[in-house]
Every structure is written in C-alpha cells, then in structure tokens.
C-alpha cells in the first residue's frame, strides 16, 4: 500500500494528502514530528534532504511533492488531475511554479508575523512580502479567469498546490475581499471532502505556534 509520511501542519504534505484522496487511492499516513523524526537514519535514507513529504510506493520512494504529485497522476491517472490542452496544462505548471516559488516565499514573512517570532513585526518587510503576495494573487486570478478550476472545469493540479497556501491568507491578516473570483475558488475548494479532511485543527496549530515560540525563544537566549 502506498505510505504517505507526514505532517499534519505542512503544506507540501497537504498536497499530497489531498490529491490521495481526490484520487480516492488507498494509503497510510505515517506522522513525522519534525522535531527529530526526520533525521532518523531510516528517513533519511528516503530523503537525505530530511524533508516531509515522501510517499513510498513498496520499495520506490518519491520526494519533493510536486513530483510525487506527478508521479501519483501517472500512475493513476483517473480521475485526471491535469489537463490535455497545451495552454491549460501551462496553466496549471505556471500555477504550481508560481505559488512554490513566488506566492509561498512571500507569505513566509505574513506567516512568522502570526507565530509571533522574536523580529517578525518589521513593518517594512510586512509591507514589501503584501506587495509580492498581491502580485502574485493578481497573476492567479488572471489565470483563473472565469473557470471554476485553474485550467479545467475539473480539480486540477494546480488548485491543490495553490488550494494549500492561498487559503490561508485571511488569518494571515491578508483578506482576500479584493479577489472575488479567488474568493470564490477558496469557498468552493473548502467545501470539498479533501478539503475539510486535511484542515488542521485549531488545537494543533495553537501548540505548534507555542513550540515554535518558546525553541525561538530557547535560541534567542543561547545566542
Ligand atoms: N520542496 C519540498 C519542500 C519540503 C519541506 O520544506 N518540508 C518541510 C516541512 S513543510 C520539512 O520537512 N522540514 C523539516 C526539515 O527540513 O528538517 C517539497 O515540496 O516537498
């Protein structure tokens, strides 16, 4: 069976995990705490970077989740997650590209702001990753266009890789009101069964945010 290792709170799993059981395939999840669980010799020899997520498939290992995704499409192409188009297929690619290299390093800021990490509240630097995220929205939404899906009338590839980060932006402090079309794409992703399965809970969160506050704090003060 295939084995996803994990971690509830992670984006790069969470694509994953949603396209498993948008695939409706048959897996097992195995959490990784990533205080330590990754740099276990018996992951890291799945993964020497000591990254999550890594999905086993019997004795072939796949890491980085875009090409796990990938793989996952091939192998099991129905429901088909990607379009045949020529133009919708670099859609989806240029939303997936986007989101990983543009949209998620800009959140990253947006993000630390909501941990509350020692440094995090440099208003400048706030303002600046708000300027890269709403550039990087108005490209999405453009490539939205009218469609329900990126590229597709279908769930795509590329709404779970932006369905995993864009969503989050309204606890970010960044309301997505001025995005009407994603707007609704968030609302019509957040209803769906992949959705709601993975959506960390509020609990989890809370004590992930205060770990992580009081290792920043342990570092600060051995500095
Ligand atoms: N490019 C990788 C990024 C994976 C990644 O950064 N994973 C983080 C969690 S979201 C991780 O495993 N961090 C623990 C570590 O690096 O030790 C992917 O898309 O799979």
Redesign the pocket.
Known sequence: MLKLYH?PL????RRVWIALLEKQLEFELVDIK?DGD?LQPEFLAMNPF????VLADEDFSV????AILDYLEAKYPSPSLLPNNPQDLAIVRMVEMVT?NELVSAMNPLISQMMGFPGSEDSQKLEQAKHKVSTGLEFLQKLLGDRPYFGSDQLTLADIVAGCSVPLLPMLDFPLTEYQKLNAWVERLIQRFAWQTTQPTPELIEAFKSRMQTLMAQRQHNL
């Open positions: 971690n992670s984006m790069n799993s990533l990754q000591h990254h999550i997520p890491i980085e989740s875009l990983v």
